[in-house]
């Protein structure tokens, strides 16, 4: 990984022009032939202002970065004029370690599957992946009473008003008061209303 902080100006051609004038910019030169061009604002935007991915040819002189891709029977160029280099920096990355998510919505569920009390006491599993016209609920529990409850399950959820819970519990909101069945909407560290239209949609197809 090349990282190089410079004065420079960027001319793009090939499917349409465009121009940056002289102006402070980090370049990141990877090593498979991306080349990015980063300003250091408008970060919300989260994506470099130009760059061109592999695969690439980089010609380099004293005073430019010319990268060059073929795009069908046209060629994209990307010209960086450099005019003053501030920094010019190389980083070996070794090997690259892929992405691990934690937490998420299959990995709750096979945890409160094997543990429905976590979410309340005396609730026991019936059965996951439980069918109906608007596509399965998670979790078919019956709780102390008898009484059906189906579990939804999300790994991230927000909702303003939630009543406080014990922070190594998952939180559950009740959605339903109905005298046999009830539906719950469970997530890691909070909870939302499951709307009223997919609730009495689900609710038709529930065990009596």
């Avoid at 051609?13 to 061009?37: C, H, N, Q, Y």
């Avoid at 709750?108 to 439980?130: F, H, I, K, T």
């Avoid at 469970?186 to 609730?199: E, Q, T, V, W, Y």
Wanted: glycine share 6%; with cysteine; net charge positive.
């Amino acid at each position: 990984m090349r990282l190089v902080v410079a004065r420079c100006e960027v001319t793009y051609t090939g499917r349409l022009a465009a121009f940056l004038p002289e102006a402070t910019r980090l370049l990141m030169i990877k090593a498979d032939g991306t080349v990015m061009v980063w300003s250091d604002r408008d970060g919300y935007k989260v994506k470099p202002l130009n760059w061109m991915t592999p695969p690439t040819v980089i010609e380099e002189c004293d005073a430019s970065i010319v990268v060059r891709k073929r795009a069908g029977k046209t060629e994209d160029r990307l010209e960086i004029r450099l005019h003053e280099v501030l920094s010019d920096v190389e980083h070996e990355m070794g090997e690259a370690a892929g992405l691990e998510k934690d937490g998420v919505e299959r990995h709750l569920q096979e945890e409160l599957a094997a543990q429905p009390e976590a979410l309340e006491d005396g609730l026991r599993l019936v059965r996951r992946e439980w069918p109906t016209d608007v596509g399965p609920v998670d979790l078919m529990c019956r709780d102390a009473d008898e009484r059906w409850v189906a579990v939804e399950i999300k790994r991230v959820a927000t909702i303003d008003a939630l009543p406080r819970a014990h922070p190594t519990r998952p939180r559950a909101h009740r959605l339903s008061r109905h005298p046999r069945r009830r539906a719950v909407e469970a997530a890691g560290r909070h909870a939302r209303r499951i709307p009223r239209d997919r609730l009495r949609r689900g609710r038709a197809r529930c065990p009596p």
